[in-house]
């Protein structure tokens, strides 16, 4: 494996919790295997969340892996019953909620309002995209919006989210990682999901009252995001050229037309406010 440095970014690897996660207890067991019948007396299962930026690999490049110096791997305590084992690179948490939440509200959502912001205004990758003012205004302020939410429903201070959101940032800007926008910005329908990164903290800060104009402007920066090869954009085209407003904002978010967020939703998928980038 091989480590893209930021020589900014270097130096203090807090360890902080993250998503990338894997719940539940279930490997498949097809087999009728007798062998599998007391796997729970031989090995416990904990929930997990990693985070840590991979690219898109080299063609031919194997498993020598360009990932960034930066990592977090939190796993949940509760299944070792007091006896977790001393595995390297580890933190255990209590609860792994607030954390998977943290990280898909803060990475994920500063991600994606990269990538889609990005390539809306011709850049080719995040580093590129994060260098451009008018996209790094659009992820400060979208990750401003999901912190406050953080703040208010699980307890971070202001203090942590300022600085998390610092290094969420300078990781980003790691010009050694070659991470196209096309990556990060994928599968557009799984990322404007209800639960997901975009409507699931911007129904939230709706529901309280809070900010989230910044969250709209990615869903708009989203629904220009047209690479080839990408089923869900071309799914998402459809939705958008065949459907009127309200069936598309339902199939698209999941929104129900009683939310406080439907709306604005609504006015966004019908009326485009930014116009795909042209070679
Ligand atoms: N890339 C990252 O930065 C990163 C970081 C943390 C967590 N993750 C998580 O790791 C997972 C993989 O991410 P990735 O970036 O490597 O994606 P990727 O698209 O590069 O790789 C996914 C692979 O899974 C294969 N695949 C898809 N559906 C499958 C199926 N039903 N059965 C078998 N194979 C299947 C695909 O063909 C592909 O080779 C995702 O859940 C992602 O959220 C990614
Ligand atoms: O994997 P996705 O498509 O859900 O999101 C794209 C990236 O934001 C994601 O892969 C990050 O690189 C990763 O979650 C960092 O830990």
Do not use: C
């Amino acid at each position: 494996m091989r480590l893209a440095h930021d020589h900014h970014d270097r130096g203090h690897e807090r360890v902080q919790p993250a998503g990338g996660t894997a719940e539940g207890r279930h490997i498949p067991v097809e087999h009728g295997d007798a062998e599998h019948d007391d796997l729970d007396e031989k090995a416990f299962f904990a929930n997990t969340a990693v985070d840590r930026i991979v690219p898109v690999q080299a063609e031919g490049s194997g498993l020598d892996v360009v990932v960034e110096d930066f990592h977090e791997w939190a796993v949940e305590r509760g299944p070792f019953d007091g006896a977790e084992p001393d595995v390297p690179g580890i933190t255990w948490v209590d609860e792994l909620g607030p954390y998977i939440e943290r990280k898909l509200f803060t990475v994920n959502t500063g991600h994606a309002t990269t990538a889609w912001h990005g390539a809306r205004t011709g850049h080719a990758t995040i580093a590129e995209a994060i260098s451009d003012p008018e996209v790094s205004a659009q992820v400060t302020a979208v990750l401003e919006e999901t912190s406050s939410l953080l703040v208010a429903k699980h307890g971070f201070s202001e203090e942590e989210m300022t600085s998390y959101r610092t290094k969420v940032l300078g990781r980003f800007a790691n010009a050694s990682l070659p991470d196209p926008v096309e990556r990060v910005g994928r599968s557009p329908l799984r990322k404007l999901s209800r639960e997901d990164r975009i409507i699931g903290p911007a129904a939230e800060l709706a529901e309280r009252g809070l900010g989230h104009e910044a969250l709209l402007n990615a869903l708009s920066a989203a629904l220009v995001f047209t690479p080839e090869g990408d089923e869900e954009v071309d799914r998402l085209q459809e939705i958008l050229s065949s459907s009127d407003p309200d069936a598309a904002t339902a199939e698209i978010t999941g929104l129900e037309p009683s939310h406080p967020l439907y709306a604005e939703v609504r006015e966004r998928i019908a009326s485009p406010v930014y116009s795909r980038h042209s070679e």
